[in-house]
Each structure stands twice: as C-alpha cells, then as structure tokens.
C-alpha cells in the first residue's frame, strides 16, 4: 500500500528529537503560551519573511481572528477564490462578512486576478488568496489591484509554508497571513495548531488579545475575545520539525520532478510550476477527465490517491443563499472534477513513486488497448 501520507514514517526519521522535546515539556509543566510557542512563532514568523507570529488553535481559527482583528463584518465583501477548503471563506462569512468567489486560473487553479478587478466594488474590503497545493497566488497584480482598491490583503498560506514568489517568501505578501499545522501540512503539529504571521506590531498585539480573551491582563477583558491558543507540547513538536522543513520541501521538488519525467507524454495535465515561483507541492495534483476511473485503478493497486476539492464552495449547501448555480465558475467547476493528487511526502522513495507512475500509465495503456479493439 502506497499511501498518501505516512506521519509515522516522519515520526520515526526524527524520533529522539521528538521524544525530548516532549519529555521537556511534561518536566516544564507549562502547557499554554509559554516559551515553546514564543520561540516558535519568532523561528515562523522570520521563516516566512515577516517580524511576528501569533500561534492559535488551528488554521481555521487563524482566518477566523485574522477576519475579527480586520473588522471585517456585515455588509463587508471579502474576494476568494471558490476552488479551496471551506475554512478560507467560512471564516468570512461566521464574521458577518460575505465571500465573494472569483473563478481560477486554469494551470495553477488559483484566484485568477483578472476576476479579482472585476468583482471589486465599493464594499470590498479585503483580497484572500489561497496559496492551492503549496503554488503562489499571482501575487504581483494581486498585490497591485489592492493598493490601487485600497484593499487589505490576508494570505491563506495553510498549504504553502516554504513557497516564494519572484523570490518573497509566501506570507510576507498580505497584512496577515493564515498559516495551518493540521498533521498532513507541509509543517505538521501531531494535532490541531495554526499561526498568523505579520509585519505590524499592532496588529500582531490586537490578535494576541484576541486568543486569549481579549484582554492582556488576566481578569481584564478589553475586548470579546477567543479561546485560541497554541500549546507548548505541539509548539515542541513544531520546532523540531521546522528544522527539517526546508529539506522536505526540497525533497517534495524533487519527487514533483520525478512524476514529471515519469508521466510525460500521458494524456493528462501535469502540475506546471508558475514562472519565477517556488512550488512546494503540498499534493502532486494532476488532471484527467477520467479522474474517478483511474482513482479506481489506482486504488485497486492499493495506491491511495485523494481530490482535493471534489465540490467548489459556490456549489455547497453552505452557500446555497449566494445563488451561484452550477456555471457560476466553470475553470473551478472544471478542476474540480478533473484534479487526482498523487502520494507525494518527504518519506517516500523513488521507487514508490515509479510504481505510482508505471500503475498511471498502465492505466491509460489498458484504455488504448480497449478502445482500439
Ligand atoms: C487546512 C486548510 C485550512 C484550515 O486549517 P485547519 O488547521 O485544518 O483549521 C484553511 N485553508 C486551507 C487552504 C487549508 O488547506
């Protein structure tokens, strides 16, 4: 069985690490805020180019307090891409605000930016691109439609921690930026953990307050505020990761590279990395019409493949009361029903990989064969 993701295989790779870091804390006995999370939101924060990290209790809860510290609320549109996970504009929309979706570019399927000058109107507040896969967002003009809007720019950067674009590294773009430490992400917590990172001080301060009951002092509350913080064991867990981090992503590219030279040739659409960007292949995401039979193929290989995401938000129940029928978005509708990911994480081996590329390619042998009879 070849499988998406082995975290117990990461596990073992760093196991006395890990194992110590743990220890330490149990023996420190401090398990909120201390100074495990202080030293990993300075290490996280200087990794993604920016001065400050506030850690939370999960990627969703950073889009959440990002959205609150913004004051983003009713009447206030924020502009999103629809081909993403629901937490990107379901934070939106839990503050009072409301999403709007702007279709995607075909190859990199993120926010088209083109879209983006087109959905902005006087109650644009905000842009929030979704860096999908570990691809940068088209951040040059998206940066550019923001300052000529005067809109604030909050990155979804939950599965793309190590990327760069035109040599920026991903989170230094926006106001905010929401990263993700869910176990399957680039840097994996062994639980729920997010963070945001900043370069404004005060905004940094204003989420601090925020996770913790929005007040700085305890028993005085200046604000309404959250439960949301990062703890000690997995901020422990996350630094010693961290120090691996740019060599797993390094060893992502190379896997990337290696499917590509593999499935040359095939009739599907490989992954093409953007011009002056660094893809850090969160997935390995290729594209076929006959993308549910050759899941099946695969899976009957005991390789395990996933889709990511197989419903567009637009299309949700969730959003049923937006009025966006199917149509709406066709490159996201499209992806949608096309897109495979391919077991990519830093443990498997090459030989992995070319038995994932040979049971592809037979795939589509065994369709030739058939169709020619
Ligand atoms: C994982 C993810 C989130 C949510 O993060 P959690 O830590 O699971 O709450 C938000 N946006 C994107 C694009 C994600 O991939």
């Known amino acids: 069985m070849i499988p998406t993701c082995d975290l117990a295989a990461q596990y073992h790779s760093i196991q006395p690490e890990i194992d110590a870091a743990i220890r330490e804390v149990l023996e420190a006995g401090t398990f909120t805020l201390g100074p495990r999370v202080r030293d ?38 924020v502009i999103t891409t629809p081909f993403t996970f629901v937490s990107t504009a379901s934070e939106v929309t839990r503050c009072g605000g409301t999403p709007v979706f702007v279709d995607i570019e075909p190859v990199s399927m993120n926010i088209d930016p083109a879209g983006v000058e087109r959905a902005v109107t006087a109650r644009t507040r905000a842009l929030l691109p979704v860096h999908l896969y570990g691809q940068p967002a088209d951040m040059a003009p998206l940066m550019a439609i923001a300052e000529r809007h005067n809109l604030r720019v909050i990155e979804d950067a939950a599965q793309a921690m190590g990327a760069s674009y035109r040599g920026r590294p991903v ?16 840097l994996g917590a062994y639980g729920d953990a997010g963070m945001i990172v900043t370069r404004d001080r005060a ?20 604000r309404l505020g959250y439960n949301s913080r990062l703890d000690e064991l997995q901020a422990a867990v996350l630094r010693v990761k961290l120090r691996s981090l740019a060599r797993w992503n390094a ?45 099946a193929f695969l899976g ?12 567009p938000l637009h299309l949700q129940e969730l959003y049923r009361d937006l009025g966006l029928g199917v149509g709406s978005f066709p490159e996201a509708e499209r992806a949608a029903a096309e897109v495979l990911s391919l077991p990519i994480y830093p443990e498997v081996s090459d030989d992995q990989v070319e038995e994932v590329a040979a049971a592809v390619r037979a795939f589509f042998v065994a369709r030739y064969a058939r169709s020619s009879e």
């Not at 989170?171 to 680039?186: D, E, H, N, Q």
């Not at 204003?206 to 700085?216: E, N, T, V, W």
């Not at 990395?273 to 076929?288: F, K, M, N, S």
């Open 40 to 77: 990993l939101e300075r290490e996280l924060a200087a990794f993604c180019g920016c001065e400050y990290g506030v850690g939370v209790a999960s990627g969703t809860d950073a889009l959440r307090l990002a959205m609150d510290a913004l004051e983003i609320g009713p009447g206030d549109e």
């Open 171 to 186: 989170g230094s773009f926006g106001v905010l930026s929401c990263m993700s430490f869910f176990p399957t992400k680039l």
């Open 203 to 222: 905004m940094a301060d204003k989420i601090d307050l925020l996770r913790r009951f929005g007040g700085s002092t305890r028993y005085r509350h200046d």
């Open 251 to 295: 060893r992502r590219r190379e896997i990337a590279a290696l499917y590509d030279r593999l499935l040359a040739g095939l009739p599907i659409v490989l992954p093409r990395e953007r011009r002056g960007a660094l893809h850090v292949y969160q997935e390995y995401t290729i594209r076929t019409p006959r993308r549910d039979a050759l899941q």
């Open 300 to 311: 009957a290989r005991e390789i395990e493949t996933a889709v990511y995401y197989p419903l």
